[in-house]
């Protein structure tokens, strides 16, 4: 990671800003003002600064880490969609697993451009076990209302 966040202060000495808008996704412009893919290609997986692995398998506990909550927010509305999908086409769709991936796909790239931003900001981050814990706690709770959702028109079918 810290070859990563090596490369975004890089980029940044060069002439380069980093902000985060809508709240949530990280906007890495160069000094003429245009964007700049963070994403990058299919096989290249990332832009300049990488691809988070870590992030990519484990983005409840690093979203925890630099405290960066709307992956929570992200997860309960797309379980929440997916799950309605699911009683209006009485079939388990497969758009919960995509949307899980890309999820994880979005937080492995964004991730180290959070994470600098976080240490820009001074966020306090939170312990690695504790990330770990908590992160798993607060995915529960993203889930709770599509599951109970989930179940309640099961009961009410059958």
């Given at each position: 990671?810290?070859?990563r966040?090596d490369r ?30 963070i ?11 990488g ?9 409840w ?22 799950t ?15 949307l ?14 959070l994470?600098y931003?976080a240490?820009?900001?001074?966020v ?20 709770t ?14």
């Amino acid at each position: 990671m810290k070859s990563r966040l090596d490369r975004i202060d890089a980029l940044i000495s060069e002439g380069y800003t980093l902000n985060k808008i809508w709240g949530f996704y990280p906007d890495l412009k160069t000094s003429a003002g245009k964007s700049v893919d963070i994403f990058g290609s299919l096989f290249r997986l990332a832009g300049p600064a990488g691809f988070s692995w870590v992030a990519f398998f484990f983005p409840w506990a690093v979203c925890v880490q630099i405290r960066e909550w709307p992956f929570f927010y992200s997860l309960f509305i797309f379980s929440l969609f997916d799950t309605i999908l699911a009683i209006f086409f009485e079939a388990s769709t497969s758009i919960a697993s995509l949307l899980s991936l890309l999820t994880c796909y979005w937080y492995a790239c964004m991730f180290p451009y959070l994470r600098y931003l976080a240490a820009k900001k001074n966020v306090d981050e939170v312990s690695k076990t504790s990330s770990i814990l908590i992160g798993f706690v607060l995915c529960l709770l993203a889930l709770t209302p599509s599951l109970i959702l989930a179940f309640a028109t099961k009961t009410i079918v059958a």
